[in-house]
């Protein structure tokens, strides 16, 4: 509910669906929507219980993963990605093809934390990518 918590306003697009955690998860709009923006109240957004089902709704194959903190947000979400998280959600129905993190659009609190995150995500199948790559490819 802060500010700093908001996503900034030059990063949205203008058809957009905020997925709340206690509404109904409305599929319409999530699937016409440019961009889907996930509300989270804690480091890992498989708490919020439209997350899964956005996602098996959409059935991406593939995914682009930046952010911060490396090791502790984007872990997580990579971690529910690949179905290997807390144990308290289940794993997607399907298991994305490709999951990549954009190593030069992450931070982490720690350097040595960061980097072990890093290598343990990508021994886990996931590639690690620079941004030049992923904008090379639209």
Sequence with gaps: GTAGQQKAGVTLLPRRYVLTGGD???KDAAVSAQQVI???????PFNNPNLLRLLDLLGAQHYVVYGVVTEVCVANVVKGLLGIGSGARPALHTRPARIEIVEDAVKEFSGQAG???????ASAGVVLTSAR??????
Excluded: N, P, Q
């Design 24 to 26: 109904a998860l409305d």
């Design 38 to 44: 996930v509300e989270k109240h804690h480091v890992d």
């Design 115 to 121: 980097r072990e995150s890093l290598a343990k995500l």
């Design 133 to 138: 790559t992923i904008l090379e490819k639209m």
